[in-house]
Every structure is written in structure tokens, then in C-alpha cells.
């Protein structure tokens, strides 16, 4: 149940119409209630507060009519000025960003304010009409505040776009959201104790394989679903896919042993279990916002943007997610039950996997450009001395050499060639001075 919350809830915040909705009918309750106070509250017996009191029914109607309008001309241009600012993001940047502006709770509160403005004066007018033309002018005064906070929008609304549409902004907020996504994946601390326990061979023969006849992207698992259905039905399950994936109909999905006659509910559950969408999601997918971080940096070094400081900065926020995982317990990939019993197998989350998610398609790209191959060495040499694990270092140290060896591929000035080679020598020494710290 936890699980499929946190994805409805996921789905909620990637809505546009999410935050304007609950104003709007927070607006129709407020101009309810706000008429129902007019109608038993004479403000004249109050001599403080009749400088609020109306007099003029056309004059009350023009009032409200003239904030209706303008707040609706200010929510169509808002919604305008949002649709062209994510049209030359999404050209610039890449379409994956669009999801951030869609789901920034400021844009869709602003969009909302504006809505649910319009929509309350016009139930007040309404709500004139059927008491013969009564002037509600506690309604109206609020009205007259409540334009005069959309006006206080507005103008945050546009410092807050033009702030949003900068790189370095959109970079740090998917870093955050990286950081967010590790630590919820990762909460444990890395202590030498605790590591993980050795790989058990599975069977080659004797599964049950499980298939499904739905498509799309792999959102999310329910594990614990899956992990209450194996203690129940005495099975091993091993999971084929992990969020991030895409799943063709018909494609095995699951093994599970010992084999079964009676597969039926078990693939239903199984199925069930595998939450799809039409696009990926970061629920539980890390490789989500490295991926937003990546097409950005292959992006700023295509042969029409040729940006390598946009990419710059990408590389330090994926070595900021690596950084912060070296320091974390990777999580066990093989779940038992108190007996020691193997429930389920899902897909390793390794240090190795991500840092390839983040600098293989960079390192490809870069391999021409000397000054990105000499700092993306130079990150990898700041992220040695932080890997804890000897599987991580190895994993540094091959995609160091990578890297290097297919930056002299393309025969650059000898000056590069031998920057690109010291700082390649540098993390080959870091890494040795480790290995010998550790033995």
C-alpha cells in the first residue's frame, strides 16, 4: 500500500492541475462563506469599518467585473509566458526539464491564485444578482485585497521564471533532487561491518517464468509485496527489470523457483506488482536525475552548442550523487526472511553502475575536448580518495583509463596530451596510496 501512495502522490506533484485545482474550490467555498457573512453582518454598525461599505450596486458590479477580468487576462498571460519559457528550455536543454517547471508548486500556486480570483468574484456577482442586487461589501473589500496580492505574484512570479530558466538554477535543483533520491534510496551510513553478503548461485533450471502482457516504463516495485507473496507461497522470486526500465509486452519479467503447476494468481501478483507509466520516474529509480544531468552535458557538447562549461557543471553535481554515495551502505540486493531463507533478488545498486550512468556518455562525447577530458580526470581524482569500497576504486580507475586512452586517440597538441596524462598519473597514485592505506 506504502508503495503505491508514494506513486500516486508522485503522480500528483508531476501535475500541473494539481495546486490550482484545490484553490479553486478553496475559492468557491471562500466566496460562499463570504456571502453567507454579508448577509448577517451589517458593517454600518460598526463605525471603525464603514469606510468599506459600498453604496452603489453598478458601482460594486464594475468593481468586480474589472478584477475578473484582469486577473483572467493575468492568468492567461502567466500560463503563456510558462509555455514559452518550457518551449526554449525544452529546445535548449532538453525535453526531460520539463517535468521540473511542470511540478514547481510556485508556478502552478501562482497560476491558482490568479484562477481562483476569477473565479470568486464571479460568484459574488452571482451571488449580488440573487439577493437583488444586496452589496456584499465585506466580499468586495476581500476581492479588492486579493488583487492586490495577485499583483505581489505577478511580480514574484516574474523574478521567479527568470530565475528557474538559468542553468546553474535547473543544474543545482536536479542535484538536490538527486541528493534527496540517494538518501532515501541509501539512508544507512558506510561502515566496513556491514558488508554485503556473498552472491548465492540460483538454479539454471527448474523456474517458472513469469510474464506480462502490459508495456511502458518501469515506475516503480512493490517489494513488499512481492516479499510477503514469496513467505506465503514458500517461492524465490528474482526480478528482471528495475524501475528506469522500459518492459515490452510479453517480455519474462520474473524467475521464479521452485517451479510451478499452479502459476496463475502468483504471475497476477507478481504483474501487479510492477507499476508502469508512459514515461520514467525517480520513485526509485537513481539513475533518473543523473540522466537529466547527462543529457544536459551531451547537449553542451554537441558539435551545434559546443558549451563545455554547461557540461562542466554537470560533471559536479554527478560527482556530488557519486561523492555522497561512497559515504552511504549499499543496499542488499538478496532479501532473506529471519530463517535465512532467499526471498527475493532484485538489481544490484552498485557504486560501479551509477558512476557509468553518469561519465560514460560524457566520456565519449568529451574525448575531442581536452579541456572537459582534463576535468573530468581531475574529478575523478577528487572522488578517489573518497571511495571507501575496493569495487568502487576499481570502478575509478577503469573509467579514468577509459577516459584517457580515448582522449590520445584523437591525436590532440602534445601540451594536451601530456595535461590529460599527468592528471591520469595523479589518480593512478591516489589509488595506490589507498590500496596500500587499506591492505
Known amino acids: 500500500m506504502r508503495t503505491w501512495l508514494i506513486h500516486f502522490w508522485e503522480y500528483l506533484r508531476n501535475s500541473y492541475w494539481l495546486i490550482p485545482a484545490i484553490m479553486l474550490f478553496t475559492s468557491i467555498g471562500l466566496a460562499y462563506s463570504m456571502l453567507v457573512a454579508d448577509a448577517h453582518i451589517n458593517l454600518l454598525h460598526f463605525s471603525g469599518l464603514r469606510w468599506l461599505v459600498f453604496t452603489s450596486s453598478a458601482g460594486a458590479q464594475a468593481v468586480l467585473s474589472t478584477i475578473a477580468s484582469s486577473t483572467f487576462a493575468a492568468a492567461t498571460l502567466t500560463f503563456s509566458v510558462t509555455m514559452v519559457t518550457l518551449s526554449l528550455t525544452s529546445s535548449q536543454f532538453g525535453p526531460r526539464l520539463l517535468r521540473n517547471f511542470l511540478r514547481d508548486p510556485f508556478n502552478q500556486f501562482i497560476f491558482g491564485a490568479f484562477i481562483a ?101 518501469l515506475q516503480a516495485i512493490n517489494y513488499s509485496a512481492l516479499l510477503s507473496l514469496a513467505e506465503k507461497e514458500a ?34 501478483s507478481i504483474s501487479s506488482s510492477f507499476l508502469l507509466g508512459k514515461e520514467p520516474s ?39 550523487g557519486l561523492a555522497t554515495i561512497a559515504k552511504l551502505q549499499l543496499p542488499e540486493f538478496q532479501i532473506r526472511n529471519e530463517a535465512g531463507r532467499l526471498l527475493l533478488v532484485k538489481s544490484e545498486i552498485s557504486f560501479q553502475n551509477l558512476l557509468e550512468a553518469s561519465f560514460v556518455i560524457i566520456r565519449q562525447m568529451c574525448s575531442d575536448n581536452p579541456s572537459v577530458v582534463i576535468y573530468l ?4 581524482l577528487h ?12 570502478a575509478i580507475e577503469r573509467i579514468s ?10 591525436h590532440l597538441l602534445a601540451p594536451d596530451e601530456q595535461a590529460i596524462q599527468q592528471r591520469f598519473e595523479q589518480i593512478k597514485q591516489a589509488l595506490k596510496h589507498l590500496e596500500k592505506a587499506n591492505s
Open 117 to 217: 480570483n476569477f473565479v470568486y468574484c464571479l460568484l459574488i456577482m452571482r451571488g449580488m444578482v440573487v439577493a437583488d442586487n444586496r452589496i456584499p461589501s465585506m466580499s468586495i473589500s476581500l476581492a479588492i485585497i486579493l488583487v492586490l496580492i495577485n499583483a505581489l505574484l505577478f511580480i514574484g512570479f516574474i523574478h521567479h521564471l527568470t530565475s528557474s530558466i538559468r542553468f546553474e538554477r535547473m543544474a543545482y535543483d536536479i542535484g538536490q533532487e538527486l541528493l534527496e533520491a540517494i538518501h532515501r534510496v541509501l539512508p544507512e551510513p558506510y561502515t566496513e561491518k556491514d558488508n554485503l553478503a556473498a552472491e548465492v548461485a540460483l538454479p539454471n533450471v527448474g523456474e517458472s517464468v513469469i510474464k506480462t502482457d502490459a508495456f511502458g516504463y
Open 235 to 268: 517461492i524465490t522470486i528474482k526480478l528482471l527489470f528495475k524501475p528506469g526500465h522500459y518492459i515490452l509486452p510479453g517480455s519474462p519479467i520474473a524467475y521464479v523457483w521452485p517451479a510451478l503447476n499452479q502459476k496463475a494468481h502468483i504471475e497476477k
Open 282 to 320: 525517480g520513485e526509485q529509480d537513481l539513475e533518473y536525475c543523473i540522466r537529466q544531468l547527462v543529457q544536459i552535458a551531451a547537449r553542451a557538447l554537441s558539435p551545434g552548442i559546443n558549451d563545455p562549461f554547461t557540461a562542466m557543471t554537470c560533471i559536479d553535481y554527478l560527482a556530488t
Open 377 to 380: 580526470l581531475e574529478t575523478f
Open 383 to 394: 572522488l578517489a580518495p573518497l571511495a571507501q569500497r575496493k569495487a568502487d576504486r576499481q
Open 401 to 410: 583509463r577509459l577516459t584517457f586512452e580515448s582522449a590520445l586517440n584523437h
